[in-house]
């Protein structure tokens, strides 16, 4: 057995929910400043649209800047 936290494992399947154009964003570090990758990990809604509203990206996607 893998010596891996439950809360940490969580997180993780957590992110893989994530709305692409966030993803995307979190791999070019383009995040809206003061918005993590440990925040966006816990309970993310399920909606993409929903996320990108927690996160304060109105619209359908983060533009890239």
Not at 1 to 27: F, G, H, Q, W
Not at 36 to 48: N, Q
Request: hydrophobic fraction near 45%; glycine fraction near 6%.
């Amino acid at each position: 057995r893998e010596k891996i936290d439950n809360s940490y494992m969580c997180r993780m399947l957590n992110l893989t929910t994530l709305a692409p154009d966030i993803v995307a964003a979190i791999l070019d570090e383009a995040l809206p400043y003061g918005v993590g990758v440990h925040e966006l990990a816990i309970s993310p809604p399920v909606l993409w649209e929903e996320q990108r509203e927690k996160i304060g990206v109105v619209g359908e996607a983060i533009q890239p800047e």
